[in-house]
């Protein structure tokens, strides 16, 4: 009996609790596959698969925490849908980059975006008032439509920290509050990951197990993640946004 417990991947329940951590992480805030891809690196597998089967976590994240805005009453459609769209047909350029470089490569790159996210986050601009008026609609949503075709495309290639910069956008452009820019990510995260995740299916770059046990914790943490915020509002969001920068500044120092 002993030697059967010690025979038991070890993987598996901590990719479980990761992913519930990152579940929360990407739900209120962003920068979960910052954490996610060096881990799956980190167990053995190769930077395409890792980047392949992190992708099964970012859908499960992406699907529960719409399930749990949407119980709660919070929806942006049909914006996050011609949006999603548009980041869709972007997304599966972006993994065919992703599939194309090296290991060696990407690890740079992921390196590099990393340092850029950090640095996005720290030297945003000021929050705009809450009394502006939604920009959702004609020219508005035209150029969000050619923004997110580009964001897709960054999304399909790595994901990471791509959350901060959706939300971003949608806060000073669209003039979201931050509970309704998270209802709308994970709208347009879910649509464009599935496009890249097949993509990378196709090319057998997907470990199934990994990434199974990851999505389970995600599943969890974006569900009750997204009610918390709803009830709580954009107060807590914002101090998520902190604890997620700061344990990626550690993931930075530390790896």
């Known amino acids: 009996?002993?030697?059967?417990?010690?025979?038991?991947?070890?993987?598996?329940?901590?990719?479980?609790?990761?992913?519930?951590?990152?579940?929360?992480?990407?739900?209120?805030?962003?920068?979960?596959?910052?954490?996610?891809?060096?881990?799956?690196?980190?167990?053995?597998?190769?930077?395409?698969?890792?980047?392949?089967?992190?992708?099964?976590?970012?859908?499960?994240?992406?699907?529960?925490?719409?399930?749990?805005?949407?119980?709660?009453?919070?929806?942006?459609?049909?914006f996050s849908a011609y949006t999603g769209t548009c980041a869709l047909a972007g997304s599966i350029i972006g993994a065919h980059i992703a599939i194309d470089i090296n290991d060696e490569l990407f690890n740079k790159i992921l390196s590099v975006i990393m340092i850029l996210v950090i640095l996005i986050i720290v030297f945003k601009p000021k929050i705009v008032s809450n009394n502006l008026a939604l920009r959702l609609s004609g020219k508005h949503l035209r150029l969000s439509c050619i923004v997110f075709f580009f964001l897709g495309v960054y999304g399909g290639f790595v994901n990471a920290g791509i959350g901060f910069i959706i939300m971003l956008f949608l806060h000073y452009y669209n003039r979201m509050n931050l509970v309704r820019v998270n209802a709308t990510k994970v709208v347009i995260v879910l649509v464009y990951t599935i496009g890249a995740f097949l993509t990378f299916v196709f090319n057998d770059l997907v470990n199934y197990s990994y990434g199974i046990c990851l999505a389970l914790?995600?599943?969890?943490?974006?569900?009750?993640?997204?009610?918390?915020?709803?009830?709580?509002?954009?107060?807590?969001?914002?101090?998520?946004?902190?604890?997620?920068?700061?344990?990626?500044?550690?993931?930075?120092?530390?790896?």
């Open 1 to 78: 009996m002993l030697i059967s417990l010690l025979d038991f991947p070890w993987e598996y329940p901590l990719l479980v609790l990761v992913g519930l951590i990152v579940g929360i992480i990407n739900t209120m805030a962003g920068g979960g596959s910052l954490l996610t891809l060096p881990i799956l690196i980190f167990l053995g597998l190769p930077s395409s698969v890792a980047n392949g089967t992190n992708r099964i976590a970012i859908m499960m994240t992406a699907f529960s925490a719409n399930m749990g805005f949407k119980s709660m009453g919070i929806s942006t459609f049909p």
């Open 217 to 255: 914790g995600t599943m969890i943490g974006g569900w009750n993640a997204s009610r918390f915020a709803v009830k709580k509002g954009e107060k807590i969001i914002k101090v998520f946004l902190v604890i997620s920068v700061f344990m990626i500044s550690i993931k930075l120092w530390l790896f």
